[in-house]
């Protein structure tokens, strides 16, 4: 049976209440797959019916992956005693993350039950801020003293492995705790037994600190291929590790942010799926309602050239074709900007060498579609007109991908989001200068 | 030193051709920040100078970072030994891609100095076509045979590792080398040595075939948190695997290309810093040469209006925000249908849910603009025009966003790539409705 069916007849089993029918579907299901199937399931209690009768392992990893709201129902539901025996199973990050979202009174009786390793650990993982690499660490990462042969090294590792998030990247600490090196399980297991780990470890270890952004952490990750990346706090001394599928999940969620941003969607928490009505509202209203004042200025120039309008009522034919060229060959700069920014590939140093580039591209870009229009408005329009906007349409061009390209970067210098250039930012403010230098240039030509 | 020192360092030495300080430079560097620095070089000689000082495994890791053109260029200038014995230290999956590359006469002259282990390995990978998980597995995956021990397992991954991808992941194969399952070194170092991985291994193991689309694979990467990812060929037997680094690139890569798209930029083969005028220029012609024509729908509709607007000149004020609206509101619908798809949040039986949430939403946002506008239009137009302008935004913002929301659907049913219900074109297809509709009411209403 593919996954897509034993999903399907456990949806179906759990909807029945064929409680009987479930061990066997829940043994055979991994915990994402199970993850997708409680998550469709609208009562808490019938989720915690499923969880039940997993080992406690499988629940765990399984109710990590629940979306953050359906693991507070399910947290709310449970005896502080099985809420404490599941959550002293999950991974050290995801226990942080659940932690955070519970209320005072919940997590004060789940505090109460944990042991006081778990608690420290919990205090200290859930102080830091939403977003760095503090928040979504973990400190199951596996160290090995400095000194330790090969053979011990391996013997500890294999001892405290069922604690780790993984065994496979170890870090050399001293007495301090302080991060000396990293040596790997393959690294290990081809050594000789009697080396020590100094010897074979290397020094020069790429780390993150405690209040490095998400996205940097998981572009180091990608950037160096790494399996774990040690994360440090400001005395150097190792703290946690992010994981090379955390950081998968934190690439994705920062794409869809940055996606949604192109397009003037806000954050949102959860899935486009999951999301309230009310939440993609939210997420929404607030650049639609500035763009609509915005537009307004746009409206304000074409009121400005109302005489030249009335006068050749032709030239309205060829606004919004003009406008929108000029919007989309800024949409098209902003977006290479902003997505170079993201992924580390423009930096500030190219500022200059793309500034060119995009201006050489643009008047290609312009010139291919001056000629389109030319014919059409020779057509429509006559000569005159024609002229007019063949004009118009290499310099909006221009002018929009430049604002497009230009924009993104002065952001990012001043420090706030490049991706706040959006899509529709880009075509607002190319609509106004298209409208200004479309009318303005016919103003002069056609001599009014 | 940090390492962004170093890498300034080793530019440094390599423009001013201080050779002697290249080899301390290259051993304290990684292989990712020297690609960097030798992808800045402009001369491939120099390119090879530098590579020339590293070990086998460091050259062979930073060759393969290096951007594909600067790869051939190198491939180009190395004598056919030289270039073998770099080739056969690239790991498989690096090497077939760049053996795709290659002219034909170094092609064939490459290939007669390789092992015939090489050979066929390359012949076999170089066949998979681009986009699928053939075409990106690599063939150094680590296997073991169906009846071994536990103890003969390891010893076996410990002689091999050097060759190996990754040992972490291990497959278990029959005589005919079909996948029965898989185990992970972590379980086999816990494990009891005489057990059998037989009864250690998972079963269930999640796999793809080598035809699987790209994005696909990493998709199951990054849900099931895999290390790597089998691929079977027809006949369920096991010809590679897909590690969880090179997953995160075609996320990133997948990411870009989507983002691109929804902004009509077409696919550009490198990245936007080392893309050529032309190359950028071809990416970026063909979306605004269609809309433009696309928008002589929206002139046509302004002229088809003509008597309307040169009664009511006030009417033309508003028109910029209301087209604008619908335009930004189907945006927005647009990219978060889009990246729902692209990440599988939305699947095809979420369609009706989903359609009348953003029903909900878009009536929500219509009203909330309405209402923003109404006082605009009374206050610079009067009462009548306010109405038509206020009853117009609802319309338009509910229309925008339902063309938004369905197209994605529409062209993911058909098989096309939702990606190019991209902004442009939506804002287009925006344009005329809200054009015909604002002027339609107008029209209506002001009783023309």
Not at 116 to 130: G, H, I, N
Not at 359 to 382: E, K, W
Not at 408 to 415: A, D, G, R, V, W
């Amino acid at each position: 049976m593919t996954y897509e069916t034993l999903a399907a007849a456990l949806h179906d089993a759990i909807v029945q209440n064929d409680q009987a029918a479930w061990p066997a579907l829940v043994a055979e299901l991994n915990p994402a797959d199970m993850s997708d199937v409680l998550g469709q399931i609208e009562q808490p209690e019938q989720v915690i019916g499923v969880l039940q009768v997993m080992s406690l392992d499988k629940r765990a990893d399984t109710f990590g992956y629940l979306p953050m709201a359906l693991q507070q129902a399910v947290a709310e539901r449970l005896s502080p005693g099985d809420l404490a025996e599941l959550v002293t199973a999950m991974s050290a990050d995801e226990r942080a993350d659940l932690f955070n979202e519970l209320d005072d009174n919940i997590r004060y009786a789940l505090f109460k039950r944990l042991a006081r390793e778990e608690r420290e650990d919990l205090r200290r993982l859930a102080s830091y801020e939403e977003g760095t690499a503090g928040a979504i660490m973990t400190s199951d990462y596996a160290v090995v003293q400095s000194g330790m042969t090969v053979a011990r090294a391996l013997e500890s590792l294999r001892r405290t492995a069922p604690d780790k998030e993984t065994i496979y990247q170890a870090f050399i600490v001293d007495d301090d705790h302080r991060l000396l090196g990293a040596v790997s399980l393959r690294q290990l297991i081809v050594a000789t037994p009697n080396v020590r780990v100094d010897d074979l470890m290397a020094r020069e270890v790429v780390s993150a600190t405690t209040d490095t952004a998400q996205e940097e952490v998981a572009r180091l990750i990608s950037r160096y291929d790494l399996l774990a990346l040690p994360i440090v706090n400001g005395g150097e001394k190792l703290v946690g590790i992010v994981t090379y599928d955390d950081a998968m999940d934190v690439a994705e969620a920062e794409a869809t942010e940055d996606m949604h941003k192109g397009a003037t969607v806000g954050k949102l928490d959860t899935s486009l799926r999951a999301a309230s009505p009310y939440a993609l509202y939210r997420s929404r209203v607030h650049w639609l309602v500035i763009l609509v004042f915005a537009n307004i200025f746009t409206g304000a120039g074409i009121a400005y050239f109302e005489d030249t309008i009335a006068a050749h009522l032709a030239l309205l034919f060829f606004m919004p074709l003009l406008v929108a060229s000029a919007g989309n060959a800024g949409a098209q700069s902003a977006t290479l900007m902003v997505r170079g920014i993201a992924t580390g590939d423009v930096t500030g140093s190219d500022w200059a060498k793309l500034f060119f580039k995009d201006i050489l591209v643009a008047s290609a870009l312009g010139l291919t579609m001056s000629a389109a229009v030319l014919m059409v408005g020779f057509f429509r329009a006559g000569i005159d007109i024609a002229m007019v906007v063949a004009l118009t349409m290499i310099i909006v061009v221009l002018v929009g991908s430049l604002i497009g390209m230009a924009l993104p970067f002065i952001l990012n210098k001043l420090n706030f989001d490049p991706a706040t250039a959006s899509t529709p930012l880009i075509t607002t403010i190319a609509d106004v200068s298209g409208v200004l230098i479309y009318f303005g240039i016919a103003t002069a030509v056609l001599g009014l």
